[in-house]
């Protein structure tokens, strides 16, 4: 009977440090308030076949990281002379190298904002098609290369009907790998201004087949900017109180699981989201408009937005320069209304943090003053903040992207989840406890009879 309240003590505690570590790896998550500078620079240089150059008009906008760490980004060409619209940083040198190569840019590639890496290095590069506005017929695209060899692996030729020329503005892009889809948000922004002429909406490409593609939601109020919403951002309005910045669908995020996808105008601070499988049902009907949507309120206007591997939903905050994170974001949206955003408070280096990425336990991003761009940017001493352009990253432990799916038994817990293995714990340790009393009571007893014989003998 000894033994057996020695293995039950044992068993106990056991229990007692496995449960306690299972909960602790749920919540493993660590953010650093360390923000630390990647790159800074007053004026974006670009190697050409004439050498390193100046480049102005080359505002930095999307940011993704390679398997081996390559920084790439995006430079839309919004306005004259962008030299390059998707390039790699060189640390050592300072300046970005145009690829996959300068021709591809200079004669393939027109205009890139968004673009994602897969979990096999290959890259979808999001081609708004519009240079200086205007897009020619059949620019309109998102291509895929591979990162290993720079070769073009497939293109997705969107047609009018997908993406109009006239009112489209194509944003961003994540990857569904399991069910091989691309979900692309297209923020809708007519060439002529006029908000009465917007189209967003989110369009929904099979990247095994380009003839099943379709646009959803293109005229539900979630993909439209908030027209009673005024922009300020260092107390000043976006564009001019007159002619408010106006922007639909911009960011968008995949849950690691590929259920859930959210997304957000950037006029606005409501954050909505959809289920993949009511995607598929509508598509499947024919009715893409026929989407339950699910909405939430931020703290503030948001550019980019990145889910991760362990179902945490990271969020760029416009007016303040800041990056907020909504912890364990669940299928359970009932709860989505008003979330809890934990903010990392930039500085003044992060005015207009743009786009997110993870890479090797840090978040990455770009701050780019796209408020003050072109017309507001000194390209020698800048007016705001200590530089024009940065990319910063900062520590969120062992957290990653949504491309390397779900890691972590806490990406599906809910609260509700957490109470019932709180509950179901304290109903073994209570047996527990009965059955090592009932095991002491039973040695008592078999102790005094024990004497007892001892004294009869």
């Known amino acids: 009977m000894k033994n057996n309240s020695k293995f039950y003590k044992k068993f106990f505690f056991s229990l007692i440090i496995i449960f306690t570590s299972f909960i602790l790896r749920t919540k493993s998550n660590s953010y650093s308030d360390t923000l630390e500078i990647v790159a800074q620079f007053n004026i974006t240089k ?23 760490g390559t920084i790439l980004c995006s430079f839309p060409r919004w306005f004259d002379g962008v030299l390059t619209t998707l390039a790699v940083y060189n640390r050592e040198g300072e300046y970005f190298e145009p690829w996959p190569s300068l021709e591809v840019n200079n004669n393939s590639l027109n205009s890139v904002l968004g673009f994602e890496i897969d979990s096999q290095d290959s890259i979808y590069i999001l081609d708004q098609g519009k240079i200086k506005g205007e897009a020619a017929e059949g620019s309109i695209k998102l291509v895929k290369y591979s ?26 892009v994540v990857i569904d790998e399991k069910k091989n889809i691309a979900y692309i948000s297209d923020s809708g922004i007519a060439n002529d201004g006029n908000i009465s002429h917007y189209k967003p909406g989110i369009i929904v490409l099979d990247l095994n087949d380009e003839s099943n593609v379709h646009r959803i939601l293109t005229d539900h109020v979630s993909v439209f900017p908030d027209e009673s919403f005024f922009l300020h951002i260092d107390g000043k309005p976006v564009n001019n109180e007159t002619n408010p910045m106006m922007t639909g669908a911009d960011g968008i995020a995949l849950s690691c699981d590929g259920e859930v996808l959210f997304y957000c105008p950037l006029t606005g601070r409501m954050i909505y989201s959809i289920l993949t ?18 909405e939430g309120f931020k703290k503030e206007a948001s550019d980019g937005l990145l889910a991760s591997s362990k179902g945490n939903l990271y969020m760029t905050g416009i007016e303040t320069g800041s990056v907020y ?14 979330r809890d955003f934990d903010g ?25 003053q796209l408020n003050n761009f072109p017309n507001n940017i000194n390209y020698t001493d800048p007016k705001n903040g200590k530089y024009n352009f940065a990319i910063l990253k900062f520590s969120v432990g062992n957290d990653d992207s949504y491309i390397k799916g779900c890691s972590g038994l806490g990406t599906n817990w809910g609260i509700g989840t957490i109470i019932i293995w709180i509950c179901f714990a ?6 527990l406890s009965f059955v090592l009393m009932g095991s002491n009571n039973q040695e008592e007893v078999i102790d005094k009879h024990m004497n007892l014989g001892v004294k009869e003998d």
């Open 46 to 68: 670009v190697k050409t076949d004439k050498g390193v150059e100046e480049c102005p008009n080359c505002m930095p906008a999307g940011i993704k990281l390679s398997k081996n």
């Open 147 to 172: 990162l290993s060899n720079n070769s073009r692996l497939r293109e997705y030729i969107f047609s009018d009907e997908i993406a109009d020329r006239d009112f489209s503005f194509l944003n961003d």
């Open 277 to 294: 499988k009511d995607i598929d049902l509508a598509i499947k009907k024919g009715n893409t408009s026929d989407i339950k949507v699910y």
């Open 325 to 338: 994170i909504a912890e364990e974001i669940e299928k359970d949206l009932l709860r989505f209304d008003y």
């Open 344 to 368: 990392y408070q930039g500085d003044n280096f992060s005015m207009w943090p743009d786009t997110l990425a993870i890479y090797d336990g840090y978040l990455y991003f770009v701050t780019n």
């Open 426 to 431: 304290v109903i073994i340790l209570i047996v």
